[in-house]
């Protein structure tokens, strides 16, 4: 009887491998059990261990999602002892179940101990230079045929452990996939395979990677595929309706204001005299910077996995060298000159914000209180009070929001972690309500399944901290459309490219510079656990390349996210604390509209904006010390800025 089950999955350490000769090798070896073309069980009677065998292909993304609920994974690698550095850059920010290496070298000459060695030795340095861990991965060599029985052994004998933001979740790798009561767009999907991580309940709803969620119909209990004996299935069906609406109904009178009462004065009220505790002789600005016991709790339990994963992806950097190109005579083939000039574009655009950041000339052929009537001046970003329910879109109607989101969380996933209707190790036939008829294309592989917890099948604003690739050089603008891949779901979404991350507000950037750590939001379901999250860029040809990765920090509509503008002038005349500046406007009534609000220079100094002279927007701003003729006047402005509404499963 074997009592051990778990799933591993091949993948190539590049597209140069042939992992047919592998997997007939392995089928070969032991009790192999055929599921499908790229599938089978392997099974050990002698270990009393089975181990399911999956071939994910060569598409990156299904790569991923069949390593994300692995419980081994296997590298195949040949003689050359080459990697993708996209695949291994996106497996380590994704995250590392076991590691297996399996190099094989089935050439017809004879090798030399002497010269085993010394590929040992050669292969070692290129794990350490990948950044893989010799204590958490195994290495296995086949060189003949009758190595394989020994590499059977390394495979099913392993240390589980699975990713973080699974031990919540109850998952499976689907051993057949059957398409029932189909109708002209839906049917009802049977999935069968052994459940992982925390097992499953009919009253959850399932999430399958690259079609969306889905409400259970029922759980039957099946026999294993092993089995000899043919028992009748348990039943488990649901006894609550869970909805899988992803988006709230639309109220057209919510948006009516009412004038606030004595209830809402006294909430106002208290939340300003909420205070902190602090430091005796602490100033208000460097309050602002201190969070409180919870706040501490709640962002101090991601700071070590976030500072690991930025440790990894700044040694990830293997520089490769290249003699030049091969066939330089063809190197103008397939140049595109108005791609090649929407580059350089970006590229100067690039190059100005970071040197002149967020500066723009004050337009001429507009009024300034006409071209920036949005925008509202700040005495300072940090400490300025912003009400987070002012003015919001419409789109932020169709979204859900939670309140004390860390809280809330931490509430839920104590409630989860009682035990569910069918256990971890268990065979069943799940069945899957109104699954689109399209989802056929996938059957012929395997399928992931993953539970949702409690309102993750619910969208909102999510904010992901991200760092970019070193090997990345594209520059990325607000607003652009990318793959984000957070947790269990792959989105096809526009996002909102910031700067500096802070604990309550950031500043938005319209340009993310190649190297910089920055936050992205978007409109993506809610996600519960802690999870990391990948930013995609799609190319012309189809094919993805990296742009950054990092973690999930917050699912907060209410997070303000502001667009700067800053306006800078010329100090034509100084007489120590005053001066008279030109180029900042072009009328007088600019300068009346504008007056309220507080200016600065590079040098450090304030000041108030007295009064106009002329009618050409010359004005006399005072400041708190005496300034240089060589310094310039910025007036900065803020703007609210919020993700586009574009959402879209990829």
Request: glycine fraction near 6%; hydrophobic fraction near 35%.
């Amino acid at each position: 009887v074997v009592s051990t089950q778990s799933t591993g999955v091949l993948l190539p350490a590049h597209a140069g491998v042939d992992l047919s000769q592998t997997l007939n090798l392995l089928r070969a070896q032991g009790d192999a059990h055929s599921i499908s073309e790229n599938s089978f069980y392997l099974q050990s009677s002698k270990l009393k261990k089975r181990l399911q065998v999956v071939c994910p292909g060569d598409n990156l993304l299904d790569q991923l999602d069949a390593a994300k609920c692995a419980d081994l994974l296997v590298l195949v690698w040949d003689s050359s002892f080459d990697i993708d550095p996209l695949l291994r850059t996106c497996l380590f920010a994704q995250g590392l179940p076991p590691v297996q290496h399996l190099v094989v070298d089935l050439s017809e000459r004879t090798v030399s101990d002497k010269e085993r060695a010394l590929q040992k030795k050669q292969f070692n340095d290129v794990l350490q230079r990948s950044n893989f861990s010799s204590s958490n991965c195994k290495v296995q060599y086949i060189r003949q045929g009758s190595d394989c029985e020994q590499v059977l052994w390394g495979l099913v004998n392993f240390k589980q452990h699975s990713l973080g933001f699974l031990e919540e979740r109850g998952y499976l790798i689907s051993s057949s996939v059957e398409l029932q009561d189909q109708g002209p767009e839906t049917g009802t999907l049977v999935v069968r395979g052994y459940l992982r991580g925390r097992g499953l309940d009919p009253d959850q709803l399932v999430h399958i990677p690259g079609h969306g969620h889905f409400r259970i119909l029922r759980i039957v209990t099946s026999p294993s595929p092993f089995s000899e004996s043919c028992v009748t299935g348990r039943v488990y069906e649901p006894k609550t309706h869970v909805s899988v609406e992803m988006e709230c109904e639309v109220d057209e009178m919510d948006a009516e204001q009412t004038w606030p009462d004595e209830h809402d004065l006294e909430q106002a009220e208290q939340a300003r005299k909420l205070t902190k505790r602090v430091p005796k002789g602490t100033s208000a600005y460097q309050a602002v910077w201190m969070l409180s016991d919870d706040e501490e709790e709640e962002e101090g339990s991601g700071m070590e996995e976030e500072e690991e994963e930025s440790e990894e992806s700044e040694e990830e950097l293997v520089e490769e060298e290249s003699d030049g190109y091969k066939d330089s005579d063809n190197y103008d083939v397939n140049f595109d000159e108005e791609e090649e000039a929407e580059e350089l574009r970006k590229f100067r655009e690039a190059c100005e914000d970071e040197q002149f950041p967020d500066e723009m000339d004050t337009p001429i052929d507009i009024a300034a209180r006409v071209r920036f009537q949005k925008y509202r001046g700040l005495k300072s970003f940090r400490t300025s009070a912003w009400d987070p329910q002012e003015n919001l879109p419409r789109d932020y109607a169709r979204i859900s929001q939670i309140r004390n989101f860390n809280h809330v969380r931490k509430s839920l996933l104590r409630q989860c972690n009682t035990e569910r209707a069918v256990a971890a190790g268990t065979h069943v036939d799940v069945y899957i309500a109104d699954v689109p008829v399209s989802i056929r294309n996938s059957c012929s592989s395997s399928l992931s399944v993953f539970s949702l917890l409690p309102h993750e099948q619910r969208l909102s604003v999510q904010h992901v901290a991200q760092a970019r690739h070193p090997l990345s050089t594209d520059v990325v603008k607000g607003k652009e459309q990318l793959l984000a891949r957070s947790g269990l779901e792959g989105t096809w979404s526009a996002l909102s490219s910031l700067s500096t991350p802070s604990p309550t507000s950031t500043s938005w950037s319209g340009l993310c510079q190649e190297g910089a750590t920055f936050v992205a939001s978007f409109y993506a379901p809610i996600t519960l656990t802690n999870s990391p999250a990948v930013l995609f860029k799609l190319e012309t040809d189809g094919t993805v390349t990296l742009l950054s990765s990092g973690t999930l920090l917050s699912c907060n509509p209410d997070r303000v996210v502001c667009k700067r503008v800053v306006l800078s002038g010329h100090p034509c005349k100084v007489q120590r604390r005053a001066a008279v500046v030109r180029y900042l406007f072009h009328n007088r009534e600019d300068i009346a509209y504008f007056k309220p609000v507080q200016v600065r220079t590079k040098h450090g100094r304030r000041g108030h904006i007295k009064e106009a002279l002329g009618t050409h927007g010359h004005c006399k701003i005072t400041f708190d010390k005496p300034i240089q003729q060589s310094d310039t006047v910025l007036l900065p402005l803020y703007k609210r800025v919020f993700p586009k509404w574009h959402f879209e499963y990829f």
